[in-house]
């Protein structure tokens, strides 16, 4: 299993890039309008010197709006040009199911034809979510922190999808509060469940907020990155221990 860093699309790109080389990959989000010159795209190539890339399409960009989609195939192109193997997509909220399917379909046969397999990130619940991915003919990037919004049995039913998840945001949901740490004991528990996965699972990193004695931290770049790296370094024995 590999641990990776998600980067913040709203800050620094290149900072960032140079942050998730202290883990094992990286997933990029690209800020929404994103406008990169060749130059600069040329740069990035060399200072990711073949690390391994996820891509994840903004979750703001919606199918059904022109320049949306045109941003979707632009992000999809550019992750491939990045080396990028894995793209996760949530599906558009304002969208019905059928139409969320169908453009489901027509991404993944563009990603298809790069050699890139699209991912579909649970943002509902896992009815709805299990629908989409048979008629689309998907496989899951499971977001536990998504799940748990729901309730821990909601989390429970998406992990019994077992090898058809192919990659993991480990995060939290604290009172109302998406995506923060975990506790020592919590995450015990749900790393219990994931090291019953695919052995190749990526796992990244989508904690934002450190709660700390009931309070809410809202962390700044590198105090973050210290939280996730000693994160990191817990986690990894925990892992072994239980393979
Ligand atoms: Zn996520």
Not at 40 to 65: A, M, P, Q, S, Y
Not at 67 to 85: C, T, V
Not at 98 to 105: D, G, H, I, S
Not at 186 to 215: A, C, M, P, V, W
Request: contains cysteine.
């Amino acid at each position: 299993m590999k641990i990776g860093y998600t980067v913040n699309p709203n800050a620094d790109l290149f900072e960032q890039l140079n942050l998730s080389k202290k883990f094992d990959f990286v997933e990029i989000t690209f800020d929404v309008h994103f406008n990169y010159s060749d130059k600069e795209i040329e740069n990035i190539i060399r200072l990711l010197d073949n690390f391994l890339v996820i891509g994840h399409i903004h979750w703001e960009l919606k199918f059904n709006v022109k320049e949306d989609h045109d941003e979707i195939i632009k992000s999809i192109g550019l992750f491939s040009k990045f080396g990028a193997r894995i793209i996760v997509i949530h599906q558009s909220e304002i969208f019905n199911l059928e139409e969320n399917v169908a453009y489901l379909k027509k991404i993944k046969e563009y990603c298809d034809s790069l050699n890139l397999e699209l991912l579909l990130e649970n943002t509902l619940n896992f009815e709805t979510t299990l629908n989409i991915l048979n008629s689309a003919g998907l496989s899951l990037t499971l977001d536990t922190a998504h799940a748990l919004a729901i309730s821990q049995s909601e989390l429970d039913k998406f992990f019994s999808l077992q090898g058809r998840i192919k990659h993991l945001h480990l995060g939290n949901h604290y009172e109302g509060i998406s995506h923060t740490s975990f506790s020592d004991k919590q995450l015990e528990d749900i790393l219990s469940r994931i090291i019953k996965l695919n052995k190749d699972l990526t796992i990244s990193f989508e904690i934002f907020k450190n709660i700390n004695d009931g309070q809410v931290d809202e962390m700044e770049s590198e105090e973050k990155v210290k939280l996730l790296l000693s994160l990191k370094n817990k986690i990894i024995p925990l892992l072994r221990r239980q393979e």
